[in-house]
């Protein structure tokens, strides 16, 4: 099957680096230095697990879609404030038969696509304008949750710290043909890879937790032990947790768990650094919209209050202007 990794970052390179050495002919679309080192060096990866440590050939790496061509598979591993620009460049990449499988933190665009109190079933703050959903037609995706921690060690160079969990599957729900041959393909590159039946719920899960978390985490610098351990801190992000757990019941992917259940499994995790704060450390911007955003723009057309929600992405938003890691306000 061939594939093509666009945003060969920390998640991205993961994914190509062990596609690629399972035999799966891996192309990236790249810029910059990631580009340079994908070229130089192909695909590489470090880890403390030597089954997943690897250095492979990557079948071509270049930042024009047109020099890459068709493919038979496209993981889109982008930061989601990316996409939008990005979108309309990746139609070299895409045939007819070409599967489109997101592999991105937060909500996707595609997500509430049918959803009846969603006009034309975009959301603002993921998709502004309809470019993606233009671009990227959604018969041809597949939705991912990527349960793993990976950060890059140097342009091109993925170290795998935790985590090897993937979940694919239909975004409208269902058994899939295409989404279990895109499961066996993840499984033989060496990932714990489940099939879902209802991917929107397993995302929605997966962002229940992160909606917290890494703003606050990006807000404070606090590593995660540390903000479940300021109890006025941890009762704010239930509360807002809480209020996201209601908007799930009502777009179709309740939680089967309450704040404090899921604060038992995020501290096993200890003292670590979500993706938002790693982003705020080293000056990128910060996935903001996606990962809370989205989340307010579906209470909203649910008739769902969400003050505590409103309260964490106002202090994000302006927290990460000041640093010129949000656009300004325009």
Not at 134 to 163: I, W
Not at 188 to 198: E, I, N, R
Not at 284 to 299: H, M, T
Request: proline content about 6%; glycine content about 12%; overall charge neutral.
């Amino acid at each position: 099957m061939k594939t093509c990794i666009v945003g060969a970052g920390a998640i991205g390179g993961f994914l190509g680096a062990r596609l690629a050495a399972s035999g799966v002919p891996t192309s990236a679309l790249a810029r910059g230095a990631t580009l340079a080192a994908l070229n130089a060096h192909g695909w590489r990866l470090d880890s403390a697990d030597a089954s997943l440590r690897t250095q492979a050939p990557v079948a071509a790496a270049s930042d024009r879609a047109e020099a890459l061509g068709v493919q038979d598979l496209v993981i889109l591993a982008v930061k989601a404030q990316a996409l939008p620009a990005l979108a309309p460049q990746l139609a070299a990449l895409i045939g007819p038969d070409t599967v489109v499988l997101t592999m991105m933190n937060g909500v996707p665009w595609w997500f509430c696509a049918d959803h009846p109190q969603v006009p034309g079933g975009r959301l603002e703050s993921v998709d502004p304008g309809g470019v993606i959903a233009a671009a990227l037609p959604v018969a041809q995706v597949l939705g991912g949750v990527v349960h793993a921690s990976a950060a890059t060690s140097e342009p091109g160079r993925v170290q795998h710290r935790m985590g090897r969990g993937l979940i694919v599957g239909e975004p409208a729900g269902g058994p899939s043909a295409r989404a279990e041959a895109v499961g066996a393909l993840l499984r033989q590159a060496g990932f714990d890879t489940t099939v879902s039946a209802d991917l929107r719920r397993e995302l929605w899960y997966k962002l229940w937790g992160n909606l917290t978390m890494n703003p606050v985490s990006a807000l404070t610098g606090a590593t995660i032990d540390q903000v479940l351990a300021d109890p006025l801190v941890r009762e704010f992000c239930s509360r807002a947790m809480r209020e996201a757990a209601l908007i799930g019941e009502r777009i179709g992917c309740p939680i089967d768990q309450g704040p404090e259940e899921r604060h038992a499994v995020t501290a096993r995790l200890g003292a670590f650094r979500t993706s938002m704060l790693q982003d705020v450390d080293a000056g990128r911007p910060i996935e903001l919209d996606a990962i809370v955003g989205a989340v307010r723009e579906i209470g909203g057309h649910v008739g769902m209050a969400t003050p505590s929600i409103d309260a964490l992405l106002g202090l994000a938003r302006l927290f990460a202007r000041q640093r010129g890691l949000y656009p300004a306000q325009g």
